[in-house]
């Protein structure tokens, strides 16, 4: 009985460790007053059938989980919904929202951070200014050297597509 106690407490560590620690846009500009860290926006949509796959087999792959728990704050934020934004001088709503039950417009934080597509990933300095945006359904491998190289400040070093590739083949990828 000790025995599978244990191991159920280790299984519950684990599986919780995998998983990234979402929060909102206010908490994460709290947040990032008292500790600053780059942000991470998950652009999605309850409807979106690849925001789910991003969700489930990309932020919930444990190693990248690990890097956006441990570097940035995560935001998640429903690209279409009604959530009130307070960003950058500027109060965000969506006058198109109708339902939760139906697809809405887009809302007006989503278009002020350029958003075309969902899922999208915005990624924001210590100061809330855009470093990137990464759009499309993306696994863990493939994205994995932008968070490392975002969370590193390397990014910034990397002024031409032949230093990005340069970059990718020297990355020692964790994930398999």
Same mark, same amino acid.
């Given at each position: 009985?000790?025995? *599978? !106690?244990?191991?159920?407490?280790?299984?519950?560590?684990?599986?919780?460790?995998?998983?990234?620690?979402? #929060?909102? #846009?206010?908490?994460?500009?709290?947040?990032?007053?008292?500790?600053?860290?780059?942000?991470?926006?998950?652009?999605?949509?309850?409807?979106?059938?690849?925001?789910?796959?991003? &969700?489930?087999? %990309?932020? @919930?792959?444990?190693?990248?989980?690990?890097?956006?728990?441990?570097?940035?704050?995560?935001?998640?934020?429903?690209?279409? /919904?009604?959530?009130? *934004?307070? !960003?950058? /001088?500027? %109060?965000?709503?969506?006058?198109?929202?109708?339902?939760?039950?139906?697809?809405? /417009?887009?809302?007006? !934080?989503?278009?002020? #951070?350029?958003?075309?597509?969902?899922? %999208? $990933?915005?990624?924001?300095?210590?100061?809330?200014?855009?470093?990137?945006?990464?759009? /499309?359904?993306?696994?863990?491998?493939?994205?994995?050297?932008?968070? %490392? $190289?975002?969370?590193?400040?390397?990014?910034?070093?990397?002024?031409?597509?032949?230093?990005? &590739?340069?970059?990718?083949?020297? !990355? @020692?990828?964790?994930?398999?």
């Amino acid at each position: 009985m000790k025995k *599978i !106690f244990i191991l159920t407490l280790i299984l519950i560590q684990v599986s919780s460790f995998a998983q990234v620690r979402w #929060m909102t #846009m206010a908490q994460a500009l709290a947040a990032q007053k008292k500790e600053p860290k780059k942000i991470i926006i998950d652009f999605y949509a309850d409807w979106c059938a690849p925001c789910k796959d991003m &969700e489930k087999n %990309t932020f @919930n792959h444990p190693e990248l989980a690990k890097i956006i728990n441990e570097k940035f704050y995560a935001v998640k934020f429903e690209s279409d /919904g009604n959530e009130t *934004i307070n !960003f950058a /001088g500027h %109060t965000f709503t969506n006058p198109d929202y109708k339902s939760k039950k139906s697809k809405n /417009g887009l809302h007006q !934080f989503s278009k002020y #951070m350029n958003i075309n597509i969902i899922p %999208t $990933m915005v990624f924001l300095d210590e100061k809330t200014d855009p470093i990137t945006s990464l759009s /499309g359904v993306l696994k863990a491998k493939e994205v994995e050297p932008y968070f %490392t $190289m975002i969370a590193s400040d390397e990014y910034k070093n990397i002024k031409s597509r032949k230093e990005w &590739e340069s970059y990718r083949k020297k !990355f @020692n990828s964790k994930i398999k």
